[in-house]
T-cell receptor
Framework: RKEVEQDPGPFNVPEGATVAFNCTYSNSASQSFFWYRQDCRKEPKLLMSVYSSGNEDGRFTAQLNRASQYISLLIRDSKLSDSATYLCVVNPEFDKLIFGTGTRLQVFP | DTEVTQTPKHLVMGMTNKKSLKCEQHMGHRAMYWYKQKAKKPPELMFVYSYEKLSINESVPSRFSPECPNSSLLNLHLHALQPEDSALYLC???????????FGQGTRLTVV
């Protein structure tokens, strides 16, 4: 089993849609969780950290379920500029950040 | 300021060459990383330096040799690479108080 697994995608959604991505991780000792976005041929950029109580940043909401070892990202009112690959990142041990396989999102007009 | 600078941006090298990738950050971050990313795949962790000491080595072949001369610099020395080593090599660093990583723009390496 991979350390971090994500929906393979791609997700093709119209502008204005709400879309959700899921991620599961295998190491129950993991302490920190993040969502990154990566545009084609660019470096990954931090989208948001994920906290146990859940957190929101504008149109983006992240949730963490430690019991199920599950992380989610919800994007509301999708924009064309949201088209990218979304990477779930988990910190299974100190200083070790492991990326999920990524989920590709394409928002169309 | 979350700037991590990598040089060169592009590199083409032969299988018998020796080259080095460089990474620099001046944010006082505690950890620096090398990742390798192939097309349509996620970044794969290669090495981690924490407070200038190699803390994680993900069983990377010895033709890749990391070096951390000081807390701001991280190098990746390359020798006798294979064509399958062609990839985007990403450097990242992590602040003292957090675990999130900030990435440089990467070096796109082609081995011919």
């Amino acid at each position: 089993r991979k350390e971090v697994e994500q929906d393979p995608g791609p997700f093709n959604v119209p502008e204005g849609a709400t879309v959700a991505f899921n991620c599961t991780y295998s190491n129950s000792a993991s302490q920190s969780f993040f969502w990154y976005r990566q545009d084609c041929r660019k470096e990954p950029k931090l989208l948001m950290s994920v906290y146990s109580s859940g957190n929101e940043d504008g149109r983006f909401t992240a949730q963490l379920n430690r019991a199920s070892q599950y992380i989610s990202l919800l994007i509301r009112d999708s924009k064309l500029s949201d088209s990218a690959t979304y990477l779930c990142v988990v910190n299974p041990e100190f200083d070790k950040l492991i990326f999920g396989t990524g989920t590709r999102l394409q928002v169309f007009p | 300021d979350t700037e991590v600078t990598q040089t060169p941006k592009h590199l083409v090298m032969g299988m018998t060459n020796k080259k080095s990738l460089k990474c620099e950050q001046h944010m006082g971050h505690r950890a620096m990383y090398w990742y390798k990313q192939k097309a349509k795949k996620p970044p794969e962790l290669m090495f981690v330096y924490s407070y200038e000491k190699l803390s994680i080595n993900e069983s990377v072949p010895s033709r890749f040799s990391p070096e951390c001369p000081n807390s701001s610099l991280l190098n990746l020395h390359l020798h006798a690479l294979q064509p399958e080593d062609s990839a985007l090599y990403l450097c990242a660093s992590t602040p003292r108080e957090k675990n999130e990583a900030f990435f440089g723009q990467g070096t796109r390496l082609t081995v011919v």
